[in-house]
């Protein structure tokens, strides 16, 4: 730590003294020094990490409530998106496939998802009836 009468400008500009200055500040993170208010102080020791204010607001909120605002976020828009989109990709894929396996005339007949599936109903059914025969 600094004596009274010497400045910042007296120390020699080395990492291993930067980092005695701020080892009471947690793992050797340096901070700025003239927003701190006085020599040696890291920002951790005048405020609280960003992380620990939303914890501690979000402490009295329901359970449903720090659902809400979790799921109001961007990243978790952005992550529901990508995932509902994989999931639409994997739905349509499925419905292709089974479209492949059905007859239709002509065969390159456009469907919609709820004809596949009334045609893919019908057409259990015919296969059953053959069977049956």
């Known amino acids: ?19 005695s200055i701020f080892s009471d500040c ?18 951790q020791s005048r405020i609280a990490e960003p992380g620990e204010a939303v914890k501690k607001d979000l402490q009295h909120l329901s359970r449903e409530e720090r659902r809400r605002r979790r799921r109001a976020t961007a990243k978790y828009r952005t992550a529901h998106a990508t995932r509902e989109r994989i999931r639409v990709e994997a739905f349509n894929m499925a419905f292709a496939e089974l479209r492949k396996l059905l007859p239709t005339l002509p065969p390159d007949k456009k469907l919609s998802k709820i004809e596949i599936l009334r045609l893919a109903i019908c057409y259990i ?9």
């Open 125 to 133: 059914s015919y296969l059953n009836h053959v069977l049956d025969v």
């Open 26 to 43: 947690g793992g050797g993170r340096t901070g700025s020094t003239e927003d701190a208010g006085g020599v040696g102080l890291c920002a």
């Open 1 to 19: 730590m600094l004596n009274s009468d010497q400045t910042e400008i007296d120390l020699p500009p080395t990492h291993s003294e930067s980092e």
